[in-house]
């Protein structure tokens, strides 16, 4: 019995590939193959669906405006992030049990309670169609995350570590930086991968905040299958794309998933 | 019940071991006795676990045989060894009662639920677990849960032997001699073999009828606390038992004599047969070592309390040579002499004990 | 560790993260509670209407019907996704390259964005052009999502544990991972089955993991928007509308105000109150 277990995770991954197969393969076909009829595989391969995308800005920089926010976004929760992480773990003070489970309650709010106050809130403060405006509202729910995760990965670090430092004269913003934050350095790893993750992933927010100057790809994809009627081989093409810098991201940071995943705090 | 023969076991974790370094056990050939309290002392890295994993099945030797009585069960699996295992820490089914816990191996081998019972609580009694039988395994403390371990292997009949590794370490500081006490007390009444593995002495001492000392994957001594203290047969040996332990002196051997800082030193055994280049050494106790008006030069470097007694750390040259004396004996004040009691001097070539070399 | 000292200029600390979040999801909320209980007919005129938009909503069939969609679909993918992922993580290779393989190839959907699963699945489902579709349409069976509100329901459920599993599995997976090999021994040495081990040992030290699993699991099939909408529009009719298309369908597209406003706080209150029951039930045996 035993010498068939590895056919479930197989045939999972099986599973898993098919549809990310089909992607690829409509990619290169010309959308009157798509359309003629059904093939397993590109009968004319072409790049013409990739070729477009990379010179017409209106698809590219759907790509430029999702990457800026989310690094804006990610570097952002992460920073804010991190010294309340710290203040969560080291210390009591008034309020604080009620404080974390508040931020907690953000991450499981509805993103669709959101969407038109968002609308309205950013447009009277003049941040519609912003870069910023996204990297901030989805600051509601990866800031809790990353506050979340860093705070597990501080309480795994000794609290003599700080005593000695402060013995040893050090400003508290110097033992921060120098000291503690590369001991918790896979912490943050960590945090900044699952704020890129759910900042990356994430399509209502971004598309009701933004217009034409923060546009992400994912806005330009939907505008795509709705007005020019079925440019399939053009939409799984930009689909395509779009796995690109979770599969760098995964590859890159292989070795700590599990890891990761073992604090138990996505 | 039965006698427990390790014939010539040598174990590699490595698929193909080149040097001496990738063997974790290099070569044991043992007996245990039917009842006996062994203790499998030595420091870590030293293969005890490793022996102690092939014994109850959990590993598979490379190479050697492990024979309960006359059967060869080097290939047995764990469950039809009879054999029971106490972990680091404690192992207990957080979801079942303690009654369920000492009842799960039984259960497992179909024994009827009112033989089940019967026993159970005959262990319980013996552990002193009587009361806290209906709780939640998981509730109790580290030395409660220690004992349901330990009752897990009691409950079945068959057993032939019960293997402890390091069972105290996750136990209180204060609570160690209640379990240890135990355990020997259990050992007395049922007399079942027990394999204890530490890196303590003391516990290896206080447990054990029979000490087996292991250093790098080798058994280097097997014998009584006494026999231990008062005759090791390896440096190491003598290094590792007793605090402080021996005093371990490099020296020359002239016509099977030890001499060191150029006179002879009077020792109970002779290297006759000392090949050359061999390592010798000359080891003595610091309780035998004793102050004199001559003898070897030594200047007094350091003084310690050690409650009845004072370690008086001496130096000839680069050699460290330490003395226990008693609280109220005189300690001298800067160069001194001392001389060893020749019944407790000894030889060592390469480590072993002259004369007697590696016989293990 | 010794217990952590009271230090209340602490809050200096938080107070960027306070201020963060609060902006995002105080004044928002603030705005909602405003709206849900005012009326306008345009012009920037608000009157006041008390609780009448919660009576409304409440008492609407429209709201009852997606409510009762989106409980049932949260279920299904429940049942689905928490076994089949820790099934998956029992069977994972415990180390070596293809655990590596394993982990990344699994990881991959979890990082697609939520429109393009929509998308990639819209196209592999199509019934006379994608994988899918056609697949089944030449096995004999009738198949077309865009048309049949039971294989619309079909197509969403596949998707979402294709796209969501991987998430339990990690997760199971780094719980199982962290028992320590001597409970293995004890259980072979106790002689227990395959499946007592899983009883007694794997599932128990699980817990923490799944829980944590199912609560996520739970809030974010409860707050889903983006698949369903690229998938099926809620669609066909409004079959696979669930709560926060509904909700959106009525806040940006109608712009009712008041009544998306109204079902705005009543959502958020369902999933808080769900979310504590749930968490209360599986931590129940935690408390030690």
Known sequence: MTRFKWLVPALYILFLMLPIYWLLSMSFKTTNEILGGFTLWPQKFTFENYRKIFTDPTW???????????????????AVALPAAYAFSRYRFLGDKHLFFWLLTNRMAPAAVFALPFFQLYSAIGLFDTHIAVALAHCLFNVPLAVWILEGFMSGVPRELDELAFIDGYPFWKFFLKIFIPAIAAGV??????????S?????????????????????????????????GLLAAAGALTMVPGAFVIYFVRNYIAKGFALGRV | MARIHLEQLRHSYLASPAADADWALKKVNMQWEDGGAYALLGPSGCGKTTLLSIVSGLIRPTAGRVLFGDVDITDSPPDQRNIAQVFQFPVVYDTMSVFDNLAFPLRNRGVAETQVAARVHEIAALLDLGPMLTQRAAGLTADGKQKISLGRGLVRADVNVIMLDEPLTVIDPHLKWRLRSKLKELHQRIRMTMVYVTHDQNEAMTFADQVVVMHEGMVVQTGTPVELFERPRHTFVGHFIGSPGMNVLPCDVEGGVARFAGSPVPTANTADGAKRGARTEIGVRPEFVRFADSGIPVRVTQVSDAGRNRIVETRHGDTVIRALLDEHAPVPADIAHVGFDPQFTRLYVDGWLAGEGDAA | MSAKPVNHRAWWLVLPVVLLVAFNAVIPLMTVVNYSVQ??????KFFFEGLTWF???????????SLLRQLLFTAIILAIEVPLGVAIALAMPRKGVWLSVCLVLMSMPLLIPWNVVGAMW???????????????????????????PFAAWATLIAMDVWHWTSLVALLAYAGLSAIPDAYY???????????????????PKMKHVLTIAVLLRFMDSFNIY????VLTGGGPGNSTTLLSIDLVKIALGQFDLGPAAAMSLIYFLIILLLSWVFYRVMTRGEEE
Not at chain 1, 205 to 232: C, D, H, N, W
Request: net charge negative; with cysteine; hydrophobic share 45%.
């Open chain 3, 122 to 148: 819209n196209i592999f489902a199509l019934p006379e052009i994608g994988l899918l579709g056609w697949s089944l349409n030449n096995l004999g069976i009738v198949y077309n999502y865009t048309q049949e």
């Open chain 1, 200 to 232: 990356w992933v994430e399509l209502l927010l971004a598309k009701t905040l933004t217009a034409v100057e923060a546009k992400p790809i994912a806005a330009t994809m939907t505008r795509t299958a709705s007005t020019s009627g079925y440019e399939l």
């Open chain 3, 55 to 65: 009576n409304q909503v409440v008492h609407s069939s429209r709201f009852h019907d």
């Open chain 3, 39 to 44: 009326e306008t007919f345009g012009d920037n």
């Open chain 3, 226 to 229: 983006t698949e369903p909408v």
């Open chain 1, 189 to 198: 790893g960590v945090a900044a991968f699952f704020c890129f993750m759910f």
């Open chain 1, 60 to 78: 590219y920089m759907g790509y430029v405006n999702s990457l800026t926010y989310v690094v804006i976004n990610t570097a952002l929760s992460v």
């Open chain 3, 185 to 203: 021994q004890a259980a072979k040495i106790d002689g227990a089955s395959a499946w007592s081990v899983f009883r007694y040992v794997q599932l």
